[in-house]
C-alpha cells in the first residue's frame, strides 16, 4: 500500500516506534495476545496463520493481510493455499 493516496499510511519502523513510544503497554498486551493466539497447539502455526489471513479479509485490514501473509509463508504456506484461505 505504497499509494499515496492510500486511506491507511504504510507501516513503517517510525510508525511502529511511535505506537510504542504512546502506548507501550498496550503494544506489549498486543505482542504477548499474538504470541499465545498463534503458538503451535491442536492447530499448528501455518493453519493458524491462514485462518488469519482470510479473517484479515473479512475485516479489510491492509494490515493484517500483509502481517499475516508474512507469517502464512513464514511457516510454510504456499500461494494456492493462502488463495484457498481466502
Known amino acids: ?20 513510544d504512546l502506548a507501550p503497554d498496550q503494544v506489549e498486551a498486543f505482542r504477548n495476545f499474538s504470541k499465545a493466539v498463534f503458538k503451535e497447539g ?28 508474512k507469517q502464512a509463508k513464514k511457516k510454510g504456506a504456499t500461494n494456492k493455499e493462502i488463495m484457498e484461505a481466502i
Open 1 to 20: 500500500m505504497s499509494n499515496n493516496n492510500s486511506v491507511f499510511p504504510p507501516a513503517t519502523p517510525t510508525m511502529l516506534q511511535k505506537r510504542a
Open 42 to 69: 491442536t492447530l499448528d502455526e501455518k493453519t493458524k496463520q491462514l485462518i488469519a489471513v482470510a479473517s484479515a479479509h473479512i475485516t479489510q485490514c491492509p494490515y493484517c493481510i500483509k502481517g499475516h501473509t
